[in-house]
């Protein structure tokens, strides 16, 4: 398994390519430069459906598994979660008791539900702004499984660790939250962790992340960040989702097909009273009207800059160069219309060229100088996490709190007092088996007596 420093330092081991990578194009337009709008999308607001196995019984707690457990949940402030949830007293009073189908009940019930929160996050999905990002973590951490096996193991808090994110950020956090001085601190805290629990446990060997509040784009590889570079998000009427597609390629001197919005926004007026003008801005046509279709070619003034990276998804996200080289300077970098636009894009796209499609960085060089458009395919795919934390390492040991940019943690927040998402698995008694019918006697029919005829 890879390591995961933190993706907010800087890795020792630096990639270098010749210079021509890290160079840009002297030109620095501070135009805003309107490229592809993103694709907004309606939240998904209903919960997943819990899967329902039928056993015969219920798992056996014995009462050291069970006192593990309670010790578990009384500690779970640590974690950003509450113990109010997972009916701590209800827990004790079985134990007390000694009444092993109420114990059972309760203590699998506590044990499922606080699962589903530690490894899916706690947050309902109607609370979660724009986040599609897909999560496999079902996929290789069943719930009942991990139970059954803890139980005959006596395992029962181990592996409820286990479910943690396994990037040092995450542990970061979690030690933050036990120094945090206010509640309203607290709770930014339990905001970011649940991000990270909205994601993947592991987020691979190879990815780019992009941390919209953060405006920043890092490529990390093996285990290190091998490349930072400065982003343009969303503005906040063309907000920038959260999701994690696969890359597939990059693409270098890309066409840039205009999307209906912004051909009614102004190129479609100047190809109807200026093509000549349009024509010297790249920009090639067919139809009018409502059928107007509007491409610009790859050059100086192209909107996607000199690079896209090819990373398909419903929503029409995906990192690419810009002309307006001056956004890079500003500190908050909201100023798109959706997609993120790379800071040194010549150093990003040879690096993706060089490192994950296998071509020398000649080959990448005499593409560009070329001014066509070309494609270099990655050997593997992997993903791009479009991210959303306001709350980071600070690279001294602690965290700094960013701006809340699109206004998403307030309903994380507020979900907090309200009952979480629900347990991703219940088990349900088996039904008795129904036993066949046997027909002894058999009816011999005529036209007379039977209602066919």
């Known amino acids: ?17 010749p210079l021509m990578l890290f160079s840009a194009p002297a030109t620095a337009q501070t135009r805003d430069v309107k490229e ?30 069970a006192t593990a457990l309670l010790r578990f949940i009384e500690n779970v402030g640590d974690e950003g979660l509450f113990a109010k949830d997972y009916n701590p007293d209800a827990l004790a009073a079985a134990i007390l008791e000694g009444n092993q189908i109420a114990l059972d009940k309760v203590a699998t019930d506590s044990f499922l539900l606080l699962a589903t929160h530690l490894r899916d996050g706690r947050t309902p999905n109607a609370a979660r702004k724009q986040w599609f990002m897909t999560d496999n973590d079902a996929d290789h951490m069943p719930l009942l499984h991990l139970l059954a ?29 036990k120094a945090a001085r206010t509640p309203a601190d607290a709770n930014a805290i339990r905001v970011n962790m649940e991000r990270w629990r909205w994601m993947p446990r592991d987020l691979g060997p190879r990815y780019v992340v992009s941390n919209v509040p953060e405006y920043m784009t890092r490529v990390v590889h093996g285990g290190t960040t091998i490349a930072t570079h400065k982003a343009v998000v969303g503005k906040a009427s063309t907000p920038t989702p959260q999701l994690n597609p696969m890359a597939t390629g990059i693409i270098v001197n890309p066409n840039w097909t205009l999307p209906r919005s912004i051909i009614n926004e102004g190129i479609g007026a100047t190809i109807a009273n200026n093509p000549a003008r349009a024509r010297a801005q790249g920009y090639t046509w067919t139809g009018s009207g409502k059928s107007l279709s509007v491409v610009q070619k790859p050059g100086a003034n192209n909107a996607l800059g000199v690079m896209k990276m090819e990373m398909l998804n419903e929503h029409a996200i995906y990192l690419h160069d810009t002309p ?14 959706g997609c993120i636009r790379t800071e040194r894009a010549l150093h990003f796209s040879g690096l993706m060229a060089v490192m994950f499609a296998g071509r020398s960085p000649e080959e990448f060089g005499e593409a560009i100088a070329s001014g066509k458009t070309t494609r270099f395919g990655f050997e593997a795919p992997f993903p791009v996490y479009v991210a959303y934390w306001t709350v980071i390492p600070d690279g001294k040991g602690g965290v700094k709190k960013l701006s ?12 907090f007092a309200k009952p979480g998402r629900p347990t991703a698995a219940i088990i349900a008694p088996k039904p008795p088996e129904i036993a066949p019918t046997v027909q002894t006697t058999s009816r011999v029919t005529t036209p007379g007596t039977s209602g066919i005829y």
């Open 1 to 17: 398994m890879a390591k995961n420093p933190s993706i907010y330092s800087r890795g020792a081991a630096t990639l270098i390519l």
């Open 36 to 65: 592809d709008s993103v694709v907004i999308q309606p939240d998904k607001v209903a919960d997943d459906a819990p899967v329902v196995e039928a056993v015969s019984g219920l798992p056996s707690w014995d009462e050291d598994n």
């Open 324 to 337: 307006s080289k001056g956004a890079f300077n500003a500190a908050a970098r909201a100023f798109s219309h």
């Open 149 to 177: 096996t803890a139980l005959a193991t006596n395992t029962i808090p181990d592996t409820l660790a286990e479910f943690d994110p396994i990037h040092p950020d995450f542990l970061v956090l979690k030690k933050a939250l």
């Open 404 to 415: 809340d940019l699109y206004g998403r943690d307030a309903p994380v927040v507020a979900s």
